[in-house]
């Protein structure tokens, strides 16, 4: 077995008000994250979005996301979240370019991941994401061993954070030395599943085999 720490990274999509619980958890449990977020989809306050298993999911305003998200990563989710693989090239080029340079305005740093909506991309798509300066683009195709990539614009997680063999995964990944996870926050629609994610940052954060790390911090140190 691979004795070194193993990586734990995560990456949450779409800028949602339930963030500001799980914020709460990963802050108090001092877990790093990255959250994938689409500029051209919020206003300045809050707003209902769409309803999900009869829950309703408002998006963050701009008047509070510096606040919110102070401290995490931010990725590029695209401006508004179509699927850059059904749309015209020039459409995906702005779509990919102008949300991450908005992000990069917005919260004043640089934004160099991407994630792709509803997780669909192609080859012109993945050669768009690299030509606009990301570093990594994340699918949601799931590996069990996720670093180093193949290509680092097709980067697979090892599972979804609702995976029914989440923890097997998680075993599984040491011999590689990173688990990757990712979701949203709004898919946790009842106080158990509240209490059960809790419960499972702080079984990773206290887990002496392990440590966060942000993912363009994990590109960053690859040789």
Known sequence: MNDKPMALIQCWDDGVTTDTRLLDILRRHDAKATFNLNAGLHEKSRRLDWIYKD???????MDEMRDVYDGFSIANHSLTHPH????PVDAARREIAEGRDRLEQFFG???TGFAYPFGTYNETVMSLVHETGHVYARTVQVVTHPFPPVDA?????CCHF?????????EKAREGSVFYFWG?????VSEPMWTSFDEAIARMSHDPR???QNIAELFAEAP
């Open 84 to 87: 850059l693989d059904e749309i």
């Open 153 to 157: 614009m097709a980067f697979h997680p």
């Open 184 to 188: 949203h926050s709004y898919e946790m």
């Open 162 to 170: 609702l995976a029914p063999d989440f923890w097997e995964r998680y």
């Open 210 to 212: 392990t440590c966060w």
């Open 109 to 111: 740093k640089s934004v």
């Open 55 to 61: 829950t309703e999911v408002w998006k963050l305003g």
